[in-house]
């Protein structure tokens, strides 16, 4: 399986930016980097992804290391409605590897 | 319906029934997935359709595990001699090609029990 590692949990405050890493030093040189997030007893829906090159979109930002072993989700401005469990996923393929993700508490 | 959507929502049974669980992707999409997520878990992928055709299948845990899909659309998992084990949220996603990098729509999932 294409291996990723992120901590268990973290806590933001409201209205500040969020750094959620991830790292994947098994990452081939094929295997895009996804963001899933999950709210609570909701299916999974996608925030970003991308290969090698910073990426930006209305939800987050993903910033990938040079190297490719680790990448960070950014919110830039965390809100209530953003508190669910993160999901950083390698496909090599169509095959998608989930790990146990990140729980982001936001704290008002 | 704009939306994945996935029944029974809720499927409760007793060890050693089969069970089918059936999933309505969003239409004209082509690429349809299956994942099982276990209480406190992440999500375990079990197998990808492009169109009718499932390319792989090594993510489905068992033998008694089987899936399907007709006309390019409505999908069904079947779970033949069901065991305790087999309780999750099993949960389908639609993607509209087979590229791997487009987004996958999630449906809400059927919660298994089997007692």
């Known amino acids: 399986d294409a291996k990723t590692t992120q901590p268990n949990s973290m806590e933001s405050n409201e209205e500040e930016p969020v750094h959620l890493p991830c790292n994947h030093s098994?990452?081939?040189?094929?295997?895009?980097i996804h963001w899933y997030r999950q709210l609570p007893s909701q299916g999974p829906e996608y925030v970003i992804h991308g290969l090698t090159s910073n990426v930006n979109n209305r939800m987050a930002s993903l910033a990938i290391a040079e190297d490719r072993k680790s990448s960070t989700l950014i919110l830039h401005r965390a809100t209530l409605r953003d508190a669910a469990v993160y999901y950083c996923i390698l496909s090599p393929g169509n095959q998608f590897y989930f790990g146990t993700g990140t729980s982001l508490t936001v704290i008002p | 319906g704009a939306g994945v959507s996935q029944s029974p929502s809720n499927k409760v049974t007793e060890k050693g029934k089969d069970v089918e669980l059936r999933c309505d992707p969003i239409s004209g999409h082509t690429a349809l997935y299956w994942y099982r997520q276990s209480l406190g878990q992440g999500l375990e992928f079990l197998i990808y359709f492009q169109g009718n055709s499932a390319p792989d299948k090594s993510g489905l845990p068992s033998d008694r595990f089987s899936a399907e899909r007709t006309g390019g659309s409505v999908s069904t998992l079947t779970i033949q001699r069901t065991q305790q084990e087999d309780s999750a949220v099993y949960l389908c996603?639609?993607?509209?090609?087979?590229?791997?990098?487009?987004?996958?729509?999630f449906g809400p999932g059927t919660r298994l029990t089997v007692l």
């Open positions: 996603a639609s993607s509209s090609t087979g590229d791997p990098h487009n987004e996958q729509f």
């Open positions: 098994t990452i081939s040189g094929t295997d895009y």
